[in-house]
T-cell receptor, first 115, second 112 residues
Framework: EPEVTQTPSHQVTQMGQEVILRCVPI?????FYWYRQILGQKVEFLVS????????KSEIFDDQFSVERPDGSNFTLKIRSTKLEDSAMYFC?????????????FGPGTRLTVL | DAKTTQPNSMESNEEEPVHLPCNHS???????IHWYRQLPSQGPEYVIH???SNVNNRMASLAIAEDRKSSTLILHRATLRDAAVYYC?????????????FGKGTKLSVIP
């Protein structure tokens, strides 16, 4: 069964450094998402992406964050200058359509630790 | 956005049915009811969704109240693998990307 993959599984970085989290969505999906989950807290929406553009973003997704689909398969989340509070699990998801009846398929996540 | 209310936690014995409730008294007529779950140390996983009628799939059943102000996710025979946090989420119908708004969900423990 097709699945969303994410790399790396765990990323450790120093505060102020840039990180890029990578995702490979399911191949025929057109909508892509990033969510994060701080330890012990709720899963929070960050951004959605369609047709090489951001469709929606949350208040969390400020100028420090950016997303890109650099080629036909990868979908990346970049954090320019990491802060301690960016430590969280980051989940990528994809869906075939943008319909609210459609299923979002989540990857296993990348654990980001900012020291 | 319409909100959902779920119990913080529930317990079930293995191989017994589990009924996970969700209240959504402010649901609008076009909101879909989705259930996702998150197993320990994993990403969320789709379980089931519905609008008005009860729904069944290989994972679970979804019973929706006639007034749609509540719904119940039914796991027919809980297994240890079903121990997870279960989220009831509403989404408005329509096209265009939509965000899933997760609450705290219900943490289901399955006792062997």
């Amino acid at each position: 069964e097709p699945e969303v993959t994410q790399t790396p599984s765990h990323q450790v970085t120093q505060m102020g450094q840039e990180v890029i989290l990578r995702c490979v969505p399911i191949s025929n999906h057109l909508y892509f998402y990033w969510y994060r989950q701080i330890l012990g807290q709720k899963v929070e929406f960050l951004v959605s992406f369609y047709n090489n553009e951001i469709s929606e973003k949350s208040e969390i997704f400020d100028d420090q964050f950016s997303v890109e689909r650099p080629d036909g398969s990868n979908f990346t989340l970049k954090i320019r200058s990491t802060k301690l509070e960016d430590s969280a699990m980051y989940f990528c998801a994809s869906s075939e359509t943008g319909l609210s009846t459609d299923t979002q398929y989540f990857g296993p996540g990348t654990r980001l630790t900012v020291l | 956005d319409a909100k959902t209310t779920q119990p913080n936690s529930m317990e079930s014995n293995e191989e017994e049915p589990v009924h996970l409730p969700c209240n959504h008294s402010t649901i609008s007529g076009t909101d879909y009811i989705h259930w996702y779950r998150q197993l320990p140390s994993q990403g969320p996983e789709y379980v089931i969704h519905g609008l008005t009628s009860n729904v069944n799939n290989r994972m679970a059943s979804l019973a929706i109240a006639e007034d749609r102000k509540s719904s119940t996710l039914i796991l027919h025979r809980a297994t240890l693998r079903d121990a997870a946090v279960y989220y009831c989420i509403l989404s408005p119908s329509g096209a265009g990307s939509y965000q899933l708004t997760f609450g705290k969900g219900t943490k289901l423990s399955v006792i062997p």
